[in-house]
């Protein structure tokens, strides 16, 4: 054997080698590189409201808001593992009961990565999920029916998501 396919062997055993180390090093990490180990809880994270209709709104008059308020109703604390929107004219904004502001949160693939930090909901507190919807965002063939979901991804073992729609008619 020459010394040229020694070396070609040896380089070809060292990079299958570093991506398999590269594989298992990664493998339980999520999205935003954190490890995946988040334990289950038993908290169950609800809203009073899980829709709301904004009505007949123009585009003209820009952004509208809705805040929906989410209570863990469980024994355990919950994680807000990740949080994203159906559309890009979608925002969102997560405030705990400590005041602390988390977002913006956005639809992936579109400029609004999927917001993937943890917001930490102890029993019985309430959380406060802003929706912002751009009515303009999808210019002027955007007009009419309209509905969108705010996506909450936690570690509850009973409720592991949770949605928050609106609708609205966009006029010109």
Known sequence: ??????????????????????????????QNGKANNTAYSAGVLSA?????????ISMKDGNVSHRF??????????????????????TAFIKDASGNNYGPIGMPGHGGAPW?????ILPGETA?????????AHGPAGVGYAQRTIYLETN?????RLDLSFTATVSN
Do not use: H, R
């Open 1 to 30: 054997m020459t010394n040229k396919k020694i070396a070609s062997y040896l380089i070809s055993i060292l990079f299958i080698g570093g991506f398999a180390l590269l594989l298992a090093t990664n493998w339980d990490k999520g």
């Open 48 to 56: 009073e409201s899980k829709n709301f209709n904004f009505g007949t």
């Open 69 to 90: 308020e989410v209570v863990n109703n469980g024994e355990e604390t919950i994680q807000i593992l990740k949080a994203y929107t159906s559309c890009m004219c979608t």
């Open 116 to 120: 993937a930090d943890e917001v930490n």
């Open 128 to 136: 406060i999920i802003e929706a912002i919807f751009d009515p303009a």
């Open 156 to 160: 509850s073992s009973k409720s592991p």
